[in-house]
């Protein structure tokens, strides 16, 4: 997890692991989209904020990064690295982004720079595992490259109560066109 876990830049992006400095900011920008909650499989909104950074520190699989616009200096979301394994795998997953930063570009950017460095770190194949409602963040992981490799039919069930579907894609190393 150490070689994934460092602080990655390339404006206006800024990548930095997850700390205890970052939780008030990271609350904030996540309040910036009441609305979208919904369809993720945990609320990080007002008291569900606590208890799923809570359940985050409980979970060693995941390099999680808070996501900070260098051009403003603040804090606009999170992403992260998910259960890196042996056979040279990682999910990139887990990402919000507040609504200020949507459509600029902005994502585009900070997902290059995951996938260009778990590639250097010796990855071979990265994943993102979105909700079907989600459609813009599909749309966005096709635009980078990825394949729609399946759908998990009723496979996780959200915070809300929803059994969503989960649409799976893959990227892999000699696929990725920098």
């Not at 985050?56 to 992260?80: C, P, Q, Y």
């Not at 990855?123 to 409602?133: G, H, K, L, P």
Request: proline fraction near 3%.
């Amino acid at each position: 997890m150490a070689e994934l876990s460092a602080t990655l830049e390339q404006d206006p992006v800024r990548l930095e692991p997850l700390t205890e400095h970052h939780l008030e900011p990271l609350r904030v920008a996540c309040a910036q989209d009441q609305e979208i909650w919904d369809i993720y499989p945990v609320s990080m909104l007002d008291e569900n904020f606590d208890k799923a950074i809570e359940a985050f520190h409980d979970t060693t699989s995941w390099a999680r990064f808070v996501v900070i616009n260098s051009e403003t200096g603040k804090l606009v979301g999170m992403t992260n690295y998910i259960n890196p394994d042996q056979h040279g795998v990682v999910e990139i997953g887990g990402t919000y982004l507040e609504p200020s930063v949507r459509g600029s570009g902005f994502n585009d950017v900070m997902k290059k720079l995951m996938i260009d460095h778990a590639f250097a770190q010796g990855f071979n194949r990265i994943e993102f595992r979105v909700d079907t409602r989600n459609k813009r963040s599909m749309a966005a992981v096709l635009k980078l490259g990825a394949k729609h490799e399946g759908t998990l039919r009723k496979n996780r069930t959200t915070w809300t109560g929803y059994v969503r579907d989960t649409a799976v894609f893959g990227l892999l190393w000699e696929e990725w066109d920098v």
